[in-house]
Every structure is written in structure tokens, then in C-alpha cells.
């Protein structure tokens, strides 16, 4: 498994990055150390967290998952400090979403970037994170919202810029390449990108990012775990995230699975590897994060990092994709 540089950063990231969304939600604490502690063993050393990780991520609700809000970047950082690892791994995280009560409470404002960081900094036990994302487009938005960013990176606070769901996502529209003429540099872009949504990114953000040499970490890898066959005609979908994959659970969504399944018994790999690979194997794509609940999962996902597909089997994946589908989160 090689690294791959993670845009102009400087940074060298393992191309399959640990997603910690489930952490404190589907994935206890104790269980959350043993992947940690997987994923470290496997080479792995790109952390992927958001300060609003850790309640039920599918309520879409600030009052009701408020008690668990941090749980995850709080294991996280419980984790890099009992194994020493932190000058290991590449953490990322993001600021946006409501966090405490009151007006500055979320947003991409001074106030609250500001004080949103210092807490992330306390939970996760370290005095730096590598990269912070501005997690979705804030219309209330301070103009100089970025500048923030450019400030805790002069203070050491955080290493590079970054945003998600900038280009591309719902609604927003494009508003990533107007901060690109910014005096503090948008170094990564986190787009929600897979084999079952491609124009997010493949419409505008990948030309972006392949000419200004931004880092592009793709998340929803595995559409809910549809890409990885943890779903199938005969079952009723039933888990945490159930309800996203019944857009995917159509005669064409099944065809592309069929496609997945006969690729990875050939290859003698996994059906998650497989559409890993697939999206790794995109221009302009640096990593894909993974959120699994296992330890058995994680190795699936894995596998992904040394699978090369053929253009044979890119190309029949290509002809089954889909352009679009509706996304799994979109409110807080």
C-alpha cells in the first residue's frame, strides 16, 4: 500500500481514511479503539471526524442527539493519547454545525469557529489538527470566514483549509472556486462521491481540482453500505442506516450490485474493494473514507488500498453507474 500526497499539503495520506461518524453512535467506545487500533496495524493514517459526529447522525437533530455531540472526536483523541499515535495519524475535522445553544451556536462565523475549534483541540487531546473542513456552506457566513481559518493556521491550531460539500452538493451550487482566489488557501474538498452519485463531483470539482491541485477525500464511499452488498433483494434494509439505500433498491441499483458481485469472486476480493477501488481509480481523488461498524468490515474496505481494476471492469462499472441520487444527510 502506497500513500498518496493529499493535494499540495505536504501531507502523504493511506488512499482508504477511517471515517468515525458511527463512533458513539452505532460503535461503543470500546469496539471504537479495536478498529482504531486495526486500522493503525493495516497502515492506515488518515482519521477522518466532525465535531457533531457521535448521536444518531440519521435524526438530522441538534435537540435530540445534543447530549452526544463530540463523542467521536472524544474517542478519537482518548485513543491517540493512550497509544501515543498522533504523530502518526493525519486528523481532520470540521466546524459548521450547531454545537451549544445561542446565536453564534453554529455557523461559519468568528465566534463560533473560534470557540468551536478550541473544543475540538480539548476532545481530541492534541494542540493541532492537520485539516479543518468548513463542513457545508453557511448563508449566514461571516465574509471573512476563511481568514479564520488562515488565523488558527498562523497560530498552529490547524494545518491546512479545507471544505465540504463546497462544489456540487444539493443546492449550494459552486461555491469553492471563489474561495480559491482566497489569501488563506482551500487545500482539500470532501465531496459526497460513488458509483451511485458521480455528477458532485464529476461535473465541475474534479477539473477544479485536478488544475489548482487540490486534495479530494470522497465520503459516502459505499452508499450506506449498498456498495459493499450489505444489502440485498431479499432483505428489508433494517439497520442504522437503512433507510438511505431504498432510492438504490431498484432493478437498475441491483444490476450495478450483480456487476460488483462478479468483479470481486473474480478478483478474489471484497464487493466494498471493489467499488473502493473504483472511485480511487478517478482522477483527482486522493482517498475515500470508510465508517465501518467492524473490524471485519475495516479489512473488506482494505483491500481496496492494493486492488487495481482493469479497464475492462472500470468500464463496465462506468456504463452501470448512476449520475445522481438523493443525499443520506442534509439538515442539523
Given at each position: 500500500?502506497?500513500?498518496?500526497?493529499?493535494?499540495?499539503?505536504?501531507?502523504?495520506?493511506?488512499?482508504?481514511?477511517?471515517?468515525?461518524?458511527?463512533?458513539?453512535?452505532?460503535?461503543p467506545?470500546?469496539?471504537?479503539?479495536?478498529?482504531?487500533?486495526?486500522?493503525?496495524?493495516?497502515?492506515?493514517?488518515?482519521i477522518?471526524?466532525?465535531?457533531?459526529?457521535?448521536?444518531?447522525?440519521?435524526?438530522?437533530?441538534?435537540?435530540?442527539?445534543?447530549?452526544?455531540?463530540?463523542?467521536?472526536?472524544d474517542?478519537?483523541?482518548?485513543?491517540?493519547?493512550?497509544?501515543?499515535?498522533?504523530?502518526?495519524?493525519?486528523?481532520?475535522?470540521?466546524?459548521?454545525?450547531?454545537?451549544?445553544e445561542?446565536?453564534?451556536?453554529?455557523?461559519?462565523?468568528?465566534?463560533?469557529?473560534?470557540r468551536?475549534?478550541?473544543?475540538?483541540?480539548?476532545?481530541?487531546?492534541?494542540?493541532?489538527?492537520?485539516?479543518?473542513?468548513?463542513?457545508?456552506?453557511?448563508?449566514?457566513?461571516?465574509?471573512?470566514?476563511?481568514?479564520?481559518?488562515?488565523?488558527?493556521?498562523?497560530?498552529?491550531?490547524i494545518?491546512?483549509?479545507?471544505?465540504?460539500?463546497?462544489?456540487?452538493?444539493?443546492?449550494?451550487?459552486d461555491?469553492?472556486?471563489?474561495?480559491?482566489?482566497?489569501?488563506?488557501?482551500?487545500?482539500?474538498?470532501?465531496?459526497r462521491?460513488n458509483?451511485?452519485?458521480?455528477?458532485?463531483?464529476?461535473?465541475?470539482?474534479?477539473?477544479?481540482?485536478?488544475?489548482?491541485?487540490?486534495?479530494?477525500?470522497?465520503?459516502?464511499?459505499?452508499?450506506s453500505?449498498?456498495l459493499?452488498?450489505?444489502?440485498?433483494?431479499?432483505?428489508?434494509?433494517g439497520?442504522?442506516?437503512?433507510?438511505?439505500?431504498?432510492?438504490?433498491?431498484?432493478?437498475?441499483?441491483w444490476?450495478?450490485?450483480?456487476?460488483?458481485?462478479?468483479?470481486?469472486?473474480?478478483?478474489?476480493?471484497?464487493?466494498?474493494?471493489?467499488?473502493?477501488?473504483?472511485?480511487?481509480?478517478?482522477?483527482?481523488?486522493?482517498?475515500?473514507?470508510?465508517?465501518?461498524?467492524?473490524?471485519?468490515?475495516l479489512?473488506?474496505?482494505?483491500?481496496?488500498?492494493?486492488?487495481?481494476?482493469?479497464?475492462?471492469?472500470?468500464?463496465?462499472?462506468?456504463?452501470?453507474?448512476?449520475s445522481?441520487?438523493?443525499?443520506e444527510?442534509?439538515?442539523?
Open positions: 500500500m502506497s500513500r498518496r500526497p493529499l493535494g499540495r499539503t505536504g501531507l502523504a495520506v493511506s488512499p482508504v481514511a477511517l471515517g468515525t461518524m458511527q463512533f458513539g453512535w452505532t460503535v467506545d470500546v469496539a471504537a479503539f479495536r478498529i482504531l487500533d486495526a486500522y493503525a496495524e493495516m497502515g492506515g493514517n488518515l477522518d471526524t466532525a465535531n457533531m459526529y457521535g448521536g444518531d447522525q440519521s435524526v438530522e437533530s441538534f435537540a435530540v442527539s445534543r447530549p452526544f455531540v463530540g463523542v467521536s472526536e474517542i478519537v483523541g482518548r485513543w491517540l493519547a493512550d497509544r501515543g499515535l498522533r504523530d502518526r495519524m493525519v486528523v481532520e475535522t470540521k466546524v459548521r454545525a450547531r454545537m451549544w445561542g446565536e453564534d451556536g453554529e455557523g461559519l462565523t468568528r465566534r463560533h469557529i473560534v468551536a475549534v478550541e473544543d475540538s483541540l480539548r476532545r481530541l487531546r492534541t494542540d493541532h489538527v492537520d485539516v479543518l473542513y468548513a463542513h457545508w456552506p453557511d448563508p449566514d457566513a461571516d465574509p471573512d470566514w476563511l481568514d479564520v481559518f488562515g488565523e488558527l493556521q498562523a497560530a498552529g491550531k494545518g491546512h483549509a479545507a471544505t465540504s460539500n463546497f462544489c456540487g452538493f444539493a443546492d449550494f451550487g461555491q469553492l472556486t471563489p474561495l480559491l482566489e482566497s489569501a488563506t488557501r482551500v487545500a482539500v474538498e470532501q465531496p462521491y458509483l451511485l452519485n458521480r455528477a458532485e463531483y464529476e461535473d465541475r470539482l474534479q477539473a477544479v481540482a485536478v488544475r489548482e491541485g487540490l486534495g479530494i477525500v470522497t465520503y459516502s464511499s459505499l452508499a453500505g449498498f459493499a452488498g450489505a444489502h440485498r433483494p431479499d432483505d428489508s434494509g439497520a442504522a442506516r437503512g433507510g438511505f439505500v431504498e432510492q438504490y433498491r431498484t432493478p437498475e441499483g444490476a450495478l450490485l450483480a456487476a460488483l458481485d462478479e468483479i470481486a469472486a473474480a478478483r478474489t476480493t471484497s464487493v466494498a474493494s471493489v467499488s473502493l477501488a473504483w472511485t480511487l481509480a478517478q482522477p483527482g481523488v486522493t482517498a475515500t473514507i470508510v465508517g465501518p461498524d467492524t473490524i471485519g468490515q479489512a473488506e474496505a482494505w483491500q481496496a488500498a492494493n486492488l487495481t481494476l482493469t479497464p475492462a471492469e472500470l468500464d463496465r462499472l462506468d456504463r452501470l453507474s448512476w445522481a441520487s438523493a443525499p444527510f442534509v439538515e442539523w
